[in-house]
């Protein structure tokens, strides 16, 4: 029997919309969207909010670092952790930055240099000393960043376009679903493709079924219809992920129980948290 390599999904932020830290934040975490995959000796990471500080201050002392940043889309809370990412300064690292919802009309090194502008911000993209490729693709392609490494994409119902994310890897699977919408009327045959029998699938948990109808075309989804497309998908591990910043640790608490009843064996994502398929 061939050998089991490591995989696994640590949650380095789980906030959506704005980083909310504090005491009422503190069990389940108050910084934005960042995961990091670790497939072998490769590292991935998907998002750029505030929580990629933590992960660059984990990478401190690693010599010629080679990364892949996936981006699901550029809106603030997904990239407004990008200018502290340290690595991305050092001379001997490797980066390579994806984005699959600009292509054509945009491109991910420019909305990124708008990010970094004066006077927005004092330190521009070009400052970075690492050497930085950019790669935009369409979302739905297929891309192979390092051998053995599948990562599966699709299109998201959000504003401005956002991607999915599917990562195969050792035969086996880790899917990252976060802004996008559910439909009124049907499950997104997209995701549900997309996450077929996934081992572990984290999705846009922004909103309970109370609040979501004041939020109808915000770009986000609940848990409940995260459970519906977890069940019809056969997904194992189904994750709550993106909290509504207005969610503090109790609210979440009671979130977790409704979701553990709903669906035994799921996860509500944690700052901190790892998981391995």
């Given amino acids: 029997m061939s050998e089991v390599r490591d995989f696994s999904v640590h949650f380095w932020g789980v906030r959506g919309s704005i980083a909310c830290p504090g005491l009422q934040t503190a069990r389940y975490g108050g910084n934005t969207s960042c995961l990091e995959i670790r497939c072998g000796d490769d590292l991935l990471i998907f998002d750029a909010g505030t929580g ?28 407004c952790g990008f200018p502290f990412f340290a690595p991305a300064f050092e001379a001997d690292t490797r980066l390579r ?3 699959g919802h600009l292509s054509p009309e ?38 192979r960043p390092k051998d053995g490494i599948v990562v599966r994409t699709t299109p998201l119902n959000h504003t401005n376009g956002a991607t999915g994310y599917r990562i195969e890897y050792d035969d086996r699977s880790i899917c990252y679903i976060t802004d996008t919408e559910h439909f009124s009327d049907r499950l997104n045959q997209r995701i ?3 996450i077929k029998e996934t081992d572990i699938f984290i999705y846009d948990c922004t909103y309970t079924d109370d609040e979501y109808p004041d939020h ?16 019809e998908a056969d997904a194992k591990t189904f994750v709550v992920f993106h909290h509504n910043p207005d969610h503090d640790d109790d609210a979440m608490d009671s979130i977790a129980a409704s979701v553990m009843a709903a669906r035994p064996g799921s996860v509500v994502a944690k700052e901190g948290m790892t998981l391995c398929p």
């Fill in 97 to 99: 930055i994806w984005a």
């Fill in 192 to 194: 549900v493709d997309l």
């Fill in 106 to 143: 945009r491109k991910i090194n420019e909305v990124l240099g708008y990010v970094m502008r004066e006077p927005l911000w004092p330190v521009q993209l070009e400052y970075m000393a690492a050497k930085v490729s950019f790669c935009d693709f369409t979302a739905g392609e297929v891309l």
């Fill in 52 to 79: 990629i500080r933590g992960l660059a201050k984990s990478l401190v002392g690693a010599k010629s670092l080679e990364l892949d940043l996936f981006f699901t889309h550029t809106h603030f809370d997904h990239v």
């Fill in 216 to 231: 109808v075309d915000w770009g986000h989804s609940t848990w409940r219809e995260g459970v519906k497309l977890a069940s």
